[in-house]
Structures are given as structure tokens and as C-alpha cells.
């Protein structure tokens, strides 16, 4: 990275440890020990929306909604969840309308089938405002600041790195990392994915032109030469997704299977929109 851009991106660094340092500070809320159980799944998909306050952050109308376990269920489950209606989507000059709450569930599939990097739990559902994304609320642990753990979790930060860049994501941002109660970080908010076209933008800049860990390419190679898993990912993004937005994720998949290697990134060009 040549000289201007590396001043470039301590200035950037700068600013975005100002915002990520802004209004971090959560009450203290009970974390969910098994986020991937049966009772948590249940309460996401059919648990009965009790209170739902809105997150006034963000240019999307965003909820914080709290869930009564589901019908029937044989423990009463109750948590917390972040709700994104589709009615709450500001139209955007470059991805289709109507279709971020989506793109939310679709990158929580890819992270499953993948195996990292950890995404809570989302489902597609009716809310209190119609259809949209709801996915568990991961509250944050002490020091959850990316700027200070960032250089603590470098294995997690490389998983996300490369999902970005699979994916497509548009805006990583600072607060869109949050180290939980349980010292694991989570990825949240990938509204703006699978674009055709490239559109990376993220504060995440530390590997660039480093190899990608084998043990990453493994998962990538198994995925892409697993037919019956590539068939079932294909079949459960199909509603979620355009089938030539699959096909583009599948040659960056490619990609990183022969190149193994993050590409270099331009912090004037790859750094995130709007939040400054």
C-alpha cells in the first residue's frame, strides 16, 4: 500500500474510532446461551411479538422487538430480537427495492452452510410492520469497542473478512461487529450483500494481500465440491436472491479457491458511506 493511502487510512481510523466509541454503552441484558437450540429457533419463527421499541439508528427503520416463546413450546423461551421490515426500507438507487431484509437472512444462510463466520439467528417472518428479518439481539460483552479488540480476535476478523468479500458486502462498519458476553465476535447488519457488481466497502483493512488461512480455502473447496450441498444452499437462497446474484457469489468463491489471497483494498474507494 503506497504511502498516501496508508495516511489516508489512519485518517479514517481516526474517525471511525470516534464513531464507534459513540453511544456503545447497553444495559445489562441476559445473553442467550445456546443461540442455535430448537427453543430459540421456534421463538424467533412463531414466538409472539410482546413489546417493540424502535433503534434510532441507521438510515432503516430498525426495531428492537422482545419475544414470547412459541406456542406449544415445552420451555417458556424469551429473548430479545432486531426486527427489519420491509416496509422500512429506504429505496436505494442501486439495490432493488423491498429486498434488504432478505439479503439479512441470505448472508445468515451462506454463514451456516459455510460455517463461519457467526451470525445470529435470523428468520424471515411477519412483524408489528409486515414481513421482515428478525435475528436474535447478541448484547455486547465488556470492551465490545471493535477498535479494542480488534487486534485480539485476528482468526474471527479474518472469517469476516473473507464472508465480505463472498458475499459482497457493502457496509461494514465499526458497529457492525459485536464482541459478546462470551468473548466470541458476531457479524451483524448484511442488508447491503450479493450485488452483482463490486461494491466492498468495510474498516477492515489488516490482510490485505495476505494469504487466506487453508483452513478457510478448505471450507470454501468443500462447499464448492459438496454437489448436494451446493444444491440444497442454491435451493434455500432461491427466494432470497436472484439466481444470477447466486451465480456471482459462486465466482468469488472460485476466486478465493484459486487465488487464495485477500486483494489489496483502497480505503478512498472500500470504506463504508454515511456515517460521518
Same mark, same amino acid.
Given at each position: 500500500?503506497?504511502?498516501?493511502?496508508?495516511?489516508?487510512?489512519?485518517?479514517?481510523?481516526?474517525?471511525?474510532?470516534?464513531?464507534?466509541?459513540?453511544?456503545?454503552?447497553?444495559?445489562?441484558?441476559?445473553?442467550?446461551?445456546?443461540?442455535? !437450540?430448537?427453543?430459540?429457533?421456534?421463538? #424467533?419463527?412463531?414466538?409472539? /411479538? $410482546?413489546?417493540?421499541? &424502535?433503534?434510532?439508528? =441507521? %438510515?432503516?427503520?430498525?426495531?428492537?422487538?422482545?419475544?414470547?416463546?412459541?406456542?406449544?413450546?415445552?420451555?417458556?423461551?424469551?429473548?430479545?430480537?432486531?426486527?427489519?421490515?420491509?416496509?422500512?426500507?429506504?429505496?436505494?438507487?442501486?439495490?432493488?427495492?423491498?429486498?434488504?431484509?432478505?439479503?439479512?437472512?441470505?448472508?445468515?444462510?451462506? !454463514?451456516?452452510?459455510?460455517?463461519?463466520? #457467526?451470525?445470529?439467528?435470523? /428468520? $424471515?417472518?411477519?412483524? &408489528?410492520?409486515?414481513? =421482515? %428479518?428478525?435475528?436474535?439481539?447478541?448484547?455486547?460483552?465488556?470492551?465490545?469497542?471493535?477498535?479494542?479488540?480488534?487486534?485480539?480476535?485476528?482468526?474471527?476478523?479474518?472469517?469476516?473478512?473473507?464472508?465480505?468479500?463472498?458475499?459482497?458486502?457493502?457496509?461494514?462498519?465499526?458497529?457492525?461487529?459485536?464482541?459478546?458476553?462470551?468473548?466470541?465476535?458476531?457479524?451483524?447488519?448484511?442488508? #447491503?450483500?450479493?450485488?452483482?457488481?463490486?461494491?466492498?466497502?468495510?474498516?477492515?483493512?489488516?490482510?490485505?494481500?495476505?494469504?487466506?488461512?487453508?483452513?478457510?480455502?478448505?471450507?470454501?473447496?468443500?462447499?464448492?465440491?459438496?454437489?448436494?450441498?451446493?444444491?440444497?444452499?442454491?435451493?434455500?437462497?432461491?427466494?432470497?436472491?436472484?439466481?444470477?446474484?447466486?451465480?456471482?457469489?459462486?465466482?468469488?468463491?472460485?476466486?478465493?479457491?484459486?487465488?487464495?489471497?485477500?486483494?489489496?483494498?483502497?480505503?478512498?474507494?472500500?470504506?463504508?458511506?454515511?456515517?460521518?
Amino acid at each position: 500500500m503506497s504511502k498516501d493511502r496508508r495516511l489516508g487510512l489512519r485518517r479514517l481510523r481516526r474517525r471511525w474510532e470516534e464513531e464507534d466509541g459513540a453511544g456503545t454503552a447497553t444495559a445489562a441484558i441476559p445473553a442467550v446461551t445456546a443461540p442455535w !437450540s430448537d427453543e430459540v429457533q421456534a421463538t #424467533l419463527a412463531k414466538g409472539k /411479538v $410482546v413489546a417493540c421499541q &424502535p433503534i434510532l439508528s =441507521g %438510515s432503516n427503520y430498525t426495531f428492537l422487538c422482545a419475544l414470547d416463546g412459541a406456542p406449544g413450546a415445552s420451555e417458556k423461551q424469551q429473548l430479545l430480537a432486531v426486527y427489519k421490515p420491509r416496509r422500512g426500507e429506504v429505496p436505494l438507487w442501486d439495490f432493488p427495492d423491498g429486498t434488504l431484509y432478505r439479503r439479512e437472512m441470505a448472508a445468515y444462510v451462506v !454463514s451456516r452452510a459455510i460455517g463461519w463466520p #457467526l451470525i445470529p439467528p435470523t /428468520v $424471515v417472518r411477519d412483524g &408489528p410492520y409486515g414481513v =421482515g %428479518s428478525l435475528q436474535l439481539f447478541m448484547p455486547p460483552g465488556d470492551r465490545s469497542s471493535f477498535f479494542r479488540f480488534q487486534g485480539l480476535h485476528q482468526d474471527e476478523l479474518r472469517q469476516i473478512t473473507l464472508f465480505d468479500h463472498l458475499v459482497n458486502n457493502a457496509d461494514r462498519k465499526p458497529s457492525h461487529f459485536i464482541k459478546a458476553h462470551d468473548g466470541r465476535v458476531w457479524a451483524i447488519d448484511h442488508g #447491503l450483500t450479493f450485488h452483482e457488481d463490486w461494491k466492498l466497502r468495510t474498516v477492515v483493512f489488516d490482510f490485505c494481500e495476505e494469504p487466506v488461512p487453508e483452513s478457510l480455502v478448505a471450507d470454501l473447496a468443500a462447499l464448492r465440491e459438496g454437489p448436494a450441498r451446493l444444491d440444497a444452499l442454491r435451493a434455500e437462497l432461491g427466494d432470497l436472491i436472484s439466481r444470477h446474484e447466486f451465480d456471482t457469489f459462486l465466482r468469488r468463491v472460485d476466486y478465493f479457491i484459486s487465488n487464495r489471497a485477500f486483494p489489496s483494498l483502497d480505503p478512498y474507494v472500500n470504506s463504508p458511506r454515511g456515517f460521518w
